[in-house]
Nanobody
């Protein structure tokens, strides 16, 4: 069983910064990509950013230039550095990953439990 454990959420003032971390544990052949989604009440969960094991990145337009996703493949950990935070960045941030248990196993997905980020003065 693969699990994702997140940390780093909290309350921050507009213009501030936060760093989220997500570590994958369990047994898997590969885990790729890893990323972050954001959900606010009454809305669907939307992609914020994701990153492949080859360090190719993808960002939502709303966070480009402010957020940076990175990954430590040796630790199976993904990070989200969030700078110049705005009130509209508020939401529950979920870590997400696709993984395979073997080279011939179909791709499976796993979600973290979510961490709340609140941007408010």
């Amino acid at each position: 069983q693969v699990q994702l454990v997140e940390s780093g959420g909290g309350l921050v003032q507009p213009g501030g910064s936060l760093r989220l971390s997500c570590a994958a544990s369990g047994t898997f052949f590969s885990i790729d990509p890893m990323g972050w989604y954001r959900q606010t009440p009454g809305k669907q969960r939307d992609l914020v950013a994701d990153i492949t094991s080859g360090k190719n990145t993808n960002y939502a337009d709303s966070v480009k230039g402010r957020f940076t996703i990175s990954r430590d493949n040796a630790k199976n950990t993904v990070y989200l550095q969030m700078n110049s935070l705005k009130p509209e960045d508020t939401g529950v941030y979920y870590c997400h990953a696709n993984y395979r248990r073997s080279s011939w196993d179909p791709s499976r997905e796993v979600w973290g439990q979510g961490t709340l980020v609140t941007v408010s003065s």
